[in-house]
C-alpha cells in the first residue's frame, strides 16, 4: 500500500524528516508498523522526549510511579494514530500533534494507573503494576498528576478542542462505571458491550485523532470528522483484538495472566457472544469468584464455541470501517500508512 | 467594615444583583459570611445551579457519588472567595467568575474522594465518606469525573488561565506525596509544613482567585496578583484553624473525629511545633499506630504545651496578610466584605 515518499515537505521542520527518512544508515522497514514510525520518526521522537519532561515532578516519588509505567513502553498506538493522521490532513506544524500524541498518552497512562487500583492488577506490561510496588494512595495521586499535566498541555488548544478532549475522559470514567454495572452479568448485550468500549477506549481514539486533525487545518474541514471516525473504529478494533488475546494469547506474549476477563467477570466480547448461547457459561460468569480449573474450563468451552471466529470477524469489519472512512482524504503515503497500520492490528489475531 | 453599597452596577445582569439586594424581604445580615453571601448571593446562587448540571452523568451512580460529597454541603469559602475577588476587582459579566468557582469546588471534591480513599476515611462532612458507602472503585472514578468536568468548564478560558488552574492541581498532587513523606516523620520543620500546605490547599485558593481576577479585566493589572496573594493567604489560614479545630472542637462541630492528624501521623501544625520541643511526643508522632489512650494523652500534651496559642498566631498573621494584600484595591463593599470574610476564619479558633 505504500505508494513511495510523502507529498513534499512544508517549513523547516518537515525538512528534517525528510533528511531522516533519506538516511540510508536506516534499517529499511520490514513491516507496516516500522513503516509507520519512520514516516513519523521524529515525531514520536519528539513524543519521547516530551514525555520525560511532563513526567518531572518536584516529588521523586512521582516522577519514579510515572516512569515505571511509561517507560515499560507500551504500544504507543494512540500518538502514531494521532500523528499519522495529522500528516495525512497535511498538518506541518509537527509540535502541535506531538502536544496532542503527549497529552493522549498521558490520560491512558493515568487511566491505566487507576485501572489497577480499581481491577486490583499486580502485573502490567510484564511487569510488577505500579499499585502493587508502589501501593494505592500513590499510585492513585500519580494517576491524577498525569491527568493534571494532560490538562495542562491542552490548555494552549481552542476551547472546542480543549472540550473534545475533557468530553473523552468523561466518557472513561463513565465506561468503567458502565462496565461495573455488567460485571458478572449475564444480561449483558453486544450494544452494551460496544457502548462500554466505545467509553473506554475509543473515545480517547477519536477525541485525540479530532483534535490533531484539526489542528492540521486541512483544506478540507470534512476530513477532521473522517479522522476521528477512523480512529473512533481503530479503538474498537484494538479493544476487540486485547478482547481476543486475553482468551487465546501465551502469558509471556500478553505481559499479563491469560484470562484475566473472566476471572474479573469483565464483559469482553467473547465473553458477551459466549454467554448469549450457553446458559451454562452464563451461569458461570454470573459467579462472583470462580476456581482455577473453573477458568481454564470457562476458556477452553469458549475457544470451542466458535465466537473467537465472531470476534475476528467483528475486528476485521471494524478495521476495514476504519480504513473505509480515510477514502475522502488525499493519496498520501501518510494515509496509506495509516492503513497498513489498521491492517496490521488484526494480524495479531488472525 | 462594610461601608455602603457597592459601586454602580455594569450590565442587565449586574442590575439584577441590584434588584435582589434591594429586597427588603430579605433578613439583613447578621455576620460577615452572610452579609458577603448576601452581596454574591445570585452569583452563589448560580455556582450551586451549575454545580447540579455538571454533576448530572450517563451513569446515574456517578451523579448519586458526586451528590452525596457535594450536596453535603462544605463551607462553600472557595466560591466566596472566588466571587467576591472578582467583584473586587471590577469584574461584571458574573458568569466567568461562577464557572471559576464551579471548577474551583470541582477540583476541590475530586481530591476530597481521592483524599478518602488515601486516608481511608469512614466519615466525611459529618455523614459516611463516600469511600464508605461506595468502595474504593467508584470513588476514584467519581474523582475522576469531578476533575474531567472541571477541565471541561476551564476550556473556554485563556491558555495561561488553563495552565494557572493545571498548577494548582499539579501542586496538589506534588502536596499529597510531600506530606506522605513526613507522615510519622518527626523531621518535619515548620517550613515543610508550609510546603505541604501551600500545595494541597493554598495553592488552589490562589490560582482560583488568580483566574477570576483575570477575567475580571481590572482597571489595574497588578490587583490579580493582590487578590491571588490574599487567596494564598486565605488557604493558609484556612488549614492553619483546621489543624487547630483538630486539636480542640468537639466531634459533633467538626463532622469528623477528633484526633485524626495524630492518628493518621499527619504533620499538622501544632503537632510540627510540638515535637521539635518534646523528644517523647516526637518519638509518639514516629509510631505507626497509637492506641486511644495514646492519642488521647497525645492531645492532652499538646494542649497543654502552648503550641495551640503559637498556631492561632499563626493563622491570625496570614490572615492579616491576606486583608493587606488587598490594600491597592479600590474600597468597594467587596474588598470590604472579603476582609471581613478572612476575619470570620480567625474567629473559629479565637
Known sequence: MIRGPPAAPVGPH???????????ARTPPDNPAATAALLVADELESVETRLGEVLSSREPRMTEIADHLISAGGKRVRPMVTLLGFRACGGSVAIDAVDVAVALELIHSASLLHDDI??????????????SKYGIAHTLVAGDFLFSRAFQICGRFDAEQINWAAEACIALTEGEIMQSRFRNNPEVTLDDYLEIVYRKTASLFEQGARISAALARPQDPSWVDAIANCARHVGLTFQIVDDVLDMTADESDLGKPVGLDIREGNPSLPIVLAIAEDRELADLFAAESLSDGEVGAVLARIRRSGVIEDCQRLAIEHARAAQQALAPLPDTAYRDSLCALIEQLITRVA
Open 118 to 131: 480499581i481491577d486490583e492488577n499486580d502485573t502490567r506490561r510484564g511487569r510488577a503494576s505500579a499499585r
Open 14 to 24: 518537515r525538512r528534517t524528516h525528510t533528511d531522516r527518512r533519506a538516511n540510508t
